[in-house]
């Protein structure tokens, strides 16, 4: 069964951080495409950072490059999200994602088939 539990979410003033964490297991999870989307009423869905687990390589939306960064631990099957310098507007659900896709379909535009229970995150000006 496939398991993905996130945790690392909470509330914090703009200018703050936080980082999340995904505990993923199940069939599929150990190669292909993994990441954090978000969901907030006001913006929808919005993909913001994955990587393909095989190479490492990393893949952000506009809106939070040079502000977040992912990386992993493959012999934990964790999955991190450093979110700093925070902004109001990154106020959202978090929720891990992951899918066993190849390199040229990973991005922060996919849609990938496995999603955990997400986390709250609140960033207060």
């Known amino acids: 069964q496939v398991k993905m539990v996130e945790s690392g979410g ?3 003033q703009a200018g703050g ?3 999340l964490s995904c505990l993923a297991s199940g069939y599929g999870l150990s190669s292909g495409c993994m990441g ?3 969901q907030s009423p ?3 869905r919005e993909g913001v950072a994955v990587v393909y687990r095989d190479n490492g390589t990393p893949y952000f939306s506009d ?3 040079g502000r977040f960064t992912i990386s992993q631990d493959k012999s934990k099957n964790t999955l991190y999200l450093k979110m700093n310098s925070l ?3 990154d106020t959202a659900i978090y929720y891990c994602t992951a899918g066993r896709i190849g390199l040229e ?3 922060v535009r996919t849609d990938l088939a496995f999603w955990g229970q997400g986390t709250q995150v609140t960033v207060s000006s």
Do not use: T
């Open 17 to 19: 951080s936080l980082r």
């Open 87 to 89: 902004k109001p507007e």
């Open 36 to 38: 954090w989307f978000r």
């Open 10 to 12: 909470g509330s914090v």
């Open 105 to 107: 379909s990973c991005g």
């Open 63 to 65: 809106s939070v490059k």
């Open 42 to 44: 006001g913006k929808g």
